[in-house]
């Protein structure tokens, strides 16, 4: 692990306890990526961002980088279309509770509101 995500890593102090992948895509702001933990901790020389207040439908994986994909394809193409949820306003979150790239532990977290 580099020097950066140790010192990132080091500042997790809150719930979900793991390193976070958090897609920001909306309208409001060009997409981002960042590379994050939830801290209370002050912020050095980090970028902060604030994950809003949301409904999560939290799906848990294990695998490869890849399965994470295909987790995450099947959230989109499966399981939203049939599950009586739409697409809340705010990030995608990947929670990495183990981070081993050949054999990763996993939540995606998908922002939801009921179907109206």
């Given at each position: 692990m580099n020097e950066t995500l140790q010192r990132l890593a080091g500042m997790m102090d809150m719930?979900?306890?793991?390193?976070?992948?958090v897609s920001v895509c909306n309208d409001k702001e060009a997409w981002r990526y960042y590379i994050a933990v939830p801290t209370s901790k002050e912020k050095t020389d980090f970028e902060e961002y604030?994950?809003?207040?949301?409904?999560?439908?939290?799906?848990?994986?294990?695998?490869?980088?890849?399965?994470?994909?295909e987790l995450e394809r099947r959230i989109v193409t499966e399981w939203l279309p049939t599950s009586g949820y739409e697409y809340g306003d705010a990030p995608d979150v990947e929670v990495y509770l183990n981070p081993d790239p050949q054999n990763a532990k996993y939540e995606v977290w998908i922002p939801v509101v009921k179907k109206q």
């Open positions: 719930p979900p306890m793991g390193v976070l992948g604030t994950v809003p207040a949301a409904t999560w439908a939290v799906f848990p994986g294990e695998g490869t980088n890849q399965s994470i994909q």
